[in-house]
């Protein structure tokens, strides 16, 4: 079975979107170099340096499954149905928005973390499960379901907005010394979870 790994853009001081919920302050380094990283959506196409591609490409090609909730896939718009790493999307919510599922999409809905968990690990088999909000980050950690935790920092203080590392029910969590990329505008950090 794969690696299940949160992976996101954080600022200096712990936000993953300010207090209008976006994102572009944290996402400039996606497009702020000269090599090319295509996604699976061909309308997307990324701007790295070359140590963020080195980042960046393995991340995008290892992605067996993304698991996200309502509110990122609603602020996304579902990715028009496809996600730029090209693997199905695990949507926990309570309900379906309106015209979903999509004829065409790999895109599923769960009422359940745990069990949207389990699915995505089913259909991942040995590659990524990637979590992409700060609350299910918390549940899979507290539920010691996480094994890698992958912070992109980015030299910013946004001051308010979402909090990545709110409180754990379960603490201490202890984290492996990371491994450290340094990008342009950020620096990709890979931390192992300890057990």
């Not at 790994?5 to 302050?25: K, P």
């Not at 701007?47 to 499954?65: N, R």
């Not at 896939?73 to 996600?83: A, N, Q, S, V, Y």
């Not at 069990?115 to 507290?142: C, F, I, M, N, W």
Request: hydrophobic fraction near 45%; glycine fraction near 10%; aromatic fraction near 8%.
């Amino acid at each position: 079975m794969g690696k299940v790994i949160a992976a996101l853009s954080m600022s200096l001081d712990g936000f993953v979107a300010d207090e209008n919920d976006d994102v572009a302050e944290l996402f400039g380094w996606y497009q702020n170099g000269d090599v090319e990283v295509p996604s699976a959506d061909p309308r997307l196409v990324f701007h790295v340096t070359e140590a963020s591609a080195g980042f960046l490409k393995p991340a995008l090609a290892g992605a067996g499954a993304l698991i996200c909730g309502r509110r990122l896939f609603d602020r996304t718009e579902g990715w028009g149905g496809r996600h730029p790493a090209g693997c199905p999307v695990f949507v926990v919510s309570h309900s379906v928005p309106a015209g979903w599922p999509r004829a065409g999409s790999e895109t599923s809905f769960h009422p359940d973390a745990i069990d949207a968990l389990e699915a995505a690990q089913k259909v991942a088999g040995d590659r990524t499960v990637s979590v992409s909000t700060p609350t299910l980050t918390h549940q899979y950690l507290d539920a010691g379901l996480l094994d890698e935790l992958v912070v992109s920092l980015v030299p910013v203080l946004l001051g308010t907005g979402t909090s990545l590392f709110g409180t754990q029910e379960v603490a201490p969590i202890r984290l492996s010394d990371p491994e450290v990329i340094e990008g342009r505008g950020v620096t990709h950090l890979t931390f192992r979870v300890l057990r």
